[in-house]
């Protein structure tokens, strides 16, 4: 077998991070960036992707080398490392999702022109309907119809951002002043960006489930080198697209004074109609499948390990109950999830702006904590020497803490003192 096919048959847990990550970061925060600031927002989408790296890179390292999950390791550093994480966990997961599948219905809704359905009725079909995958299909589904769904994805994004750039950039309207970034609004926005970008620190542990669970489908299991390399692919491709979607959002709306709706419905008519009328009606499709298919794989992906890190905390916390593994208990976790976050759609209504700023400000605050505790369990005995990351990498990981440290005390700053 040629290293090309290796990787090819390796391919799964970084392909379904890049599905996860390519959801309301890219679509509303990337797209958002390029309308509100122009090229400039490149700087720290590029630096956020950087930064971070070494924090998801653990994740996929640790599991390779120790056969145990992120999770695992918190576990193996004390107990309080894990029922901290547990508690982010139960805080952060129920309002994202929510608000992946308030996008997700935003979306569907416009694609389908069926304004006459609420989007809490859409969101619960969404619902209904990816649990029954998830639960019926599990993994092996999960990642075979991603690969499918993916390939569409970036084929549509890089035909919508080609036909674009070709298209040239929109006129600005008379005495356009771009808005300042460093004042309170431009400043929450570029931490809401950085925070969300590719995603969330806390997801790390996702990538490390899935390791284990693509490993149950192989002969044998990758090497370091091979399940770093399949990692790095997922990773790069999300830079790019979320470079994409800032493109796009640069030139069909920098200097319109358009403002995009925090409404999920509106924002999703704004996005689609903006689009088809700058390069065409006849592009339309292009963009709605683009759009509809970076959400809908982000709420499967995400829906999945959501429901995979809640069953490996409880059977961490609890040993006797040991739900990890059993059908019963994975069905039952997916419709749980599915129900307590329809609540919360229902309650919160269409207005996406509350829940991803909700979620924005836990994930964000915790995220150089979660960091170190990434950075520990990969220092730690469980990994020899040469198994551990190279300086570089742990210089690239302090500067990502300190980055992401910065950041979090400013933002705390400006929301609660």
């Known amino acids: 077998m040629s290293k090309f096919q290796a990787l090819l048959k390796n391919l799964g847990p970084g392909l379904l991070f890049a599905s996860m990550a390519i959801g309301t970061s890219h679509l509303v925060l990337s797209t958002k960036a390029g309308a509100q600031y122009g090229w400039l927002m490149a700087i720290p989408i590029i630096l956020a992707n950087i930064f971070k790296y070494p924090f998801f890179e653990f994740g996929v390292r640790y599991t390779n080398v120790t056969n145990k999950t992120l999770i695992e390791g918190y576990l193996n550093r004390g107990k309080g490392w894990l029922w901290f994480y547990a508690f982010i966990t139960l805080i952060t997961t129920f309002t994202i999702l929510a608000a992946l599948y308030t996008v997700t219905a935003g979306l569907f809704i416009n694609l389908f022109k069926i304004s006459s359905v609420s989007i809490a009725t859409v969101a619960l079909g969404l619902f209904v309907f990816i649990s029954a995958l998830l639960i019926i299909g599990r993994y092996r589904f999960l990642e075979t119809s991603l690969k499918f769904v993916v390939t569409i994805l970036f084929i549509a994004l890089l035909v919508t951002t080609v036909l674009v750039i070709n298209k040239g950039q929109i006129a600005p309207v008379a005495n356009f002043t771009p808005p300042p970034i460093f004042n309170d609004a431009g400043i929450l926005f570029l931490i809401s960006l950085m925070g969300w970008m590719p995603t969330t620190v806390e997801a790390s542990s996702w990538v490390s489930l899935w390791s284990i669970e693509k ?203």
């Open 215 to 417: 490993w149950k489908t192989l002969e044998a299991k990758p090497t370091l080198k091979q399940s770093l390399q399949e990692f790095n692919i997922g990773y790069f491709m999300t830079a790019i697209l979320a470079l994409f979607f800032l493109i796009i959002g640069s030139m069909t709306l920098y200097g319109t004074g358009i403002e995009l709706s925090g409404n999920g419905v509106v924002f999703a008519d704004q996005v689609v109609s903006i689009f088809t009328t700058h390069i065409g009606s006849w592009a339309y499709i292009f963009i709605a499948v683009s759009a509809f298919a970076t959400m809908f794989s982000t709420c499967m992906t995400a829906h999945d390990a959501v429901t995979r890190v809640g069953l490996d905390i409880i059977d961490l916390l609890s040993p006797k109950v040991k739900l990890k593994g059993k059908k019963s208990f994975f069905a039952f976790g997916v419709l749980l999830l599915a129900a307590i976050n329809f609540l919360v759609i229902a309650l919160f209504s269409a207005n996406m702006g509350k829940l991803v700023a909700l979620a924005t400000f836990v994930s964000f605050v915790v995220a150089p904590i979660i960091g170190y505790m990434n950075l520990k369990n990969v220092m730690s005995e469980d990994l020899s020497e040469a198994y551990q990351p190279q300086k570089w990498l742990q210089y690239l990981t302090y500067a990502g803490i300190a980055f992401l440290t910065f950041f979090s005390i400013y933002y705390f700053y400006i929301e609660v003192l």
